[in-house]
């Protein structure tokens, strides 16, 4: 609920200034541990797929073409997935398949 910041942090924002009222903790947390009982009852059961699609369903660009950089200078592609090692996969407008770790790409 904080709507002033005292801080060097670039583009601070909280859930009061983008509900654009304020929020009660209490019912947030409920709805944190809800969400987060839900995952764990997934993993327990092994359930890792359901994981995985509920990541890429709100991943950033997960839909749409979007600009990247890689080693090699700048392409457009869109995201295919995420393997369970963490390294992304992008298909590209050109139509090769790339496999990123982390820090080998960037957005444009």
């Not at 200034?17 to 059961?45: C, H, P, W």
């Not at 699609?53 to 080693?71: F, H, P, Q, T, W």
């Amino acid at each position: 609920n904080q709507r002033e910041f005292l801080s060097d942090a670039p583009n601070p924002i909280s859930l009061a200034q983008i509900m654009r009222r304020s929020i009660s903790l209490t019912k947030l947390l409920d709805k944190v541990l809800e969400g987060f009982e839900r995952y764990l009852l997934a993993v327990n059961k092994g359930d890792y797929d359901e994981i995985h699609k509920a990541y890429l369903d709100v991943l950033y660009r997960r839909i749409g073409s979007y600009g990247y950089e890689d080693k090699n200078g700048l392409f457009y592609a869109r995201i295919d997935t995420v393997m369970p090692n963490g390294h992304l996969i992008l298909h590209r407008d050109d139509g090769m398949v790339s496999e990123y770790e982390f820090k080998e790409v960037k957005f444009k």
